[in-house]
């Protein structure tokens, strides 16, 4: 076990982590990260008695798949902190806890329609972050995509725009024949994409399943290099690297570390999508008679006890893990198919359901009293808004983000609409994404008298209660 630095506590916009505290307006604020959201058993417990421990009664799941804390009135005990490095929760080595923030397909293992299995890669990267403190210069917003090419994807593969996600190095699994990259023979290759501004970039880099791992760590060495040249700025972040050396300088620096040419393939095929939602309701896995279960969580909230009683349900009708997804939901995975009523029967028991009785999307940030920064109570208006949307009966879901201020940090990808904190309980609401200058605006008013607008926006998505049951 290594010696733990003092806790330290920060009044700064830091990306808020596990051994630092980052102080909001009500109390402190810790993020776990849980690398692929990956939850084994004992961890899961170990988040319970954490919770327990802290006074905490709610936990929530980020949009990268991580454990958020809020509302802390204390500071965790080095005990503590040692106690979650011992359970895998926390890094050895504090300086590069942050870099454990690596996103693969929530289903890694058991997706149908999988091509490559990133989890083995989740250990593999442990070590490697362990083994190498100077990479804990890399910037804390530094991420890493998998995406095995399954049902359950990150990336931009998702027919629901809400569900895409970006990282800055991103590999994504697809079946590659010679017309399409002459030299290659027919098999499952790795795609390179670069996660910039909200966009996954294709560089047509093609590697083999066995080469991603060497990949990733030359690009890492190549981006460690630009940021230790004299006169960087600190923690500098792909796009400017990106604007400065450009793609083919960064590959070329990449290629100093790599014993096999990287080659561009100019004719990629265009990746496919899957029908989105993938992460909610039961569906079929890899194994026959196997079921993986989704259940959607609003605001990606579950108090403890949700969490105690998901852990047991996993324990006892699946493999015990739990996989939390980017889009506020988790997966119980590898249950029986047979022992489907009895896992809905029990998931009633905490007020959960694989069985959303009417499809919602929204997205809300910390807002007040969380954020410094914020104008509007956003956590709580989306339930106000949830609760409204209800009794609309809709049929398909609707992407709603709403945002305390213009940083919009809660939704990476495009919303189809936003409602936008610009005053003390007073929102702007845009009919698609903030970030859209075309985006027309409809009103500026405090919610419950947008709401009525909203309905009439919405309209054709309203309709007979709609439930996804297998
Ligand atoms: S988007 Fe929300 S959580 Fe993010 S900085 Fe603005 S107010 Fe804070």
Redesign the pocket.
Known sequence: MSDLPPFTNSLSPVCPGLFYGVTAADGLLLRIRIPGGQLRREQGRGLVALAEHLGVETLQITNRANIQLRGLKEIPRPEVLERLQALGLAAQNPAVDVLRNVMVSPLAGCDPAELVNFAPWLRELEFFWANHPGLAQLPAKFSIGLDGGGLCSIGQRSATVAEHRYNEIQLTALAVDPEIAPGLETGIYLHLMFGIEKKLIPTGVLVSPEQGLPLIKSLIWAYLDYCQAPDRPPKVRLREIMADWGLETFLNQARRYLDFPLTRHPKIPSLPTHPGQQHLGIHPQAEPEQVYIGIGLPQGQLTKDQLRGLVGLASEFGSGDLRLTPWHSVLIVNTPSLQIPAVIEQLSQFNLSPFPENPQGIVA???KPG?A??QTP?QADAQVLGGYLESLSLTTPVNIHL???P????QPSPAEITLLGIGPDIYRLYLGDLRDDQAPVMAQQPLAELLPLIAATLGPKSGPAHSSRL
Not at 407 to 410: E, R, V
């Open positions: 940030c910390a807002g954020c920064a914020a956003t945002t305390a201020c940083k919009a940090c809660a």
